[in-house]
């Protein structure tokens, strides 16, 4: 009876392990390094809902047969744009191609955290 507890208590502590350890990986860091990590993960949320359909899993494009192909987020041309250019490329789309307009989809915080995703992509 009583060892059957002690079994159990052991499972128990062991099991918490892993918690308690990654709670503690998360305090480490600064509140801004947090911030940034969650913003990360958002855009990479909204990424694989909007973007990933055409732009591929990693970025590279072409995900989608259409004619201009969809741009590989990943090579030098677009990420030597500034993140003013991409912002605006994401706000309003391109004319005359399958890039669409993602302003009524994506809140100006959106656009900055699938834009820091884009960039993490091409790191
Ligand atoms: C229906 C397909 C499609 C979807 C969905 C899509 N794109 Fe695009 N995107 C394109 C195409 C096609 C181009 C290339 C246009 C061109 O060649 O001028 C493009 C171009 C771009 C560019 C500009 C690259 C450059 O240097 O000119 C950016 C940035 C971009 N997309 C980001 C995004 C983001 C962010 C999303 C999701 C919110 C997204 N796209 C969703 C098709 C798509």
């Known amino acids: 009876m009583t060892s059957r507890f002690i079994v159990l208590g052991a499972l ?14 998360q305090m480490k860091g600064s509140p801004q390094t947090l911030r940034e990590h969650y913003d990360l993960q958002e855009g ?5 809902q909007y973007c990933r359909f ?10 989608f047969d259409v004619t201009p192909p969809p741009a590989d987020l990943t090579s030098p041309a677009v990420q030597q ?11 309003g789309g391109e004319q005359g191609t399958a890039m669409g307009a993602w302003k ?13 995703y884009i960039r ?4």
């Open 44 to 48: 990479k949320r909204l990424y694989e």
């Open 54 to 63: 055409c732009h591929g899993e990693q970025g590279k494009g072409k995900a």
């Open 12 to 25: 128990f502590v062991l099991s918490c392990q892993p918690v308690a350890h990654a709670a503690s990986e």
């Open 81 to 91: 744009k500034s993140d003013y250019e991409l912002t605006q490329i994401i706000h």
């Open 104 to 116: 009524w989809a994506l809140s100006d915080k959106d656009k900055q955290n699938v834009l820091q």
């Open 120 to 123: 993490s992509l091409a790191r």
